[in-house]
């Protein structure tokens, strides 16, 4: 079912406010990735507060839906959604990479609720979520696990054994994302190492593919409900998003994907999000 104009404009409020965030975080711990995060806000909007069967006040029910993010490095922007769906203030996002805090440069599962994986190596969370997605099947469950790894992940070989496994045990209940944004921390993926035909690559290990822009929340979400409707296959979304998205001077610049922006380039960066209600965040008044 589409979304309706209200629905749309409060998650991509709400998307907002995540970017925001992202950047006020990234400021604070002045280390980590910036273009990644940025560019899925949108997904990650639409997994938190529309998608997902989840419960921020009981992180471990057993009935939830699992998501995976693979690519643990755009971490700032599965802390801030975490933060604002309410599984932890919204303050603590200050302290990311910090000495001592839960919100490690890379997630760490036991070190906060939400989580689902320890996730850093890249190329691991296909391979974890096939086998939490099998193991549910074996339990008679009913709960999907989503996958959210990057595009450069994708040249890990690791990758395509946990898809040749997903693909042969016909695991319905996985749903991976591949953010397509199409930089890599040296560069375009297609210069250091290409990538297409991907879509083909999937299908012929037996999934279900679909392509769609990441940041139009009504063809997402349209796109996840027609991949639960497929039961004899796992499903793959490519999302066709913009590294840096909100800030134009960094879109598309491949230099943004490890580096986080000064506190001046944080003010500038904010301006252009916008916040909510057409303020900065205190921390930048």
Request: charged share 25%; aromatic share 8%.
């Amino acid at each position: 079912m589409a979304l309706t104009d209200e629905q749309t404009r409060s998650l991509e409020k709400q998307a907002e406010a995540i970017r925001e965030t992202i950047i006020t975080s990234l400021v604070a711990a002045g280390s980590g990735h910036t273009a990644g995060p940025l560019g899925m806000a949108d997904i990650f909007t639409a997994f938190y507060f529309h998608i997902l069967n989840h419960d921020p006040k009981n992180p471990a029910w057993e009935e939830r839906d699992r998501l995976v993010l693979s690519n643990g490095h755009i971490c700032p922007v599965l802390y801030a959604t975490l933060a604002h769906a309410g599984y932890f203030p919204v303050e603590e996002c200050l302290t990311l990479r910090k000495f001592g805090s839960r919100l490690q440069g890379h997630p760490e599962r036991l070190r906060l609720p939400g989580l689902e994986t320890t996730s850093g190596p890249l190329g691991e969370g296909l391979s974890q979520a096939s086998g939490m997605a099998y193991a549910l099947r074996m339990d008679g469950k009913k709960q999907r696990v989503y996958c959210l790894m990057s595009d450069g992940e994708q040249e890990e070989g690791s990758v395509w054994e946990a898809a040749m496994f997903a693909g042969k045990y016909k695991l319905s209940n996985l749903i991976a994302v591949m953010d397509r944004n199409n930089i890599q921390i040296d560069g375009m993926t297609e210069d250091v190492m290409p990538l297409e035909p991907i879509a083909d690559k999937y299908r012929a290990f037996n999934w279900h593919v679909i392509e769609v822009g990441g940041h139009d929340l009504n063809a997402f979400i349209s796109a996840v409900e027609e991949a639960k409707a497929v039961y004899e296959k796992p499903t793959l979304i490519i999302a066709h998003t913009i590294p840096g998205k909100g800030v134009p001077e960094i879109e598309f610049d491949y230099h943004w994907h490890g580096k986080p922006p000064t506190k001046e380039e944080g003010k500038r960066f904010l301006k252009e999000i916008r916040s909510m209600n057409g303020k900065l965040p205190h921390e930048y008044a």
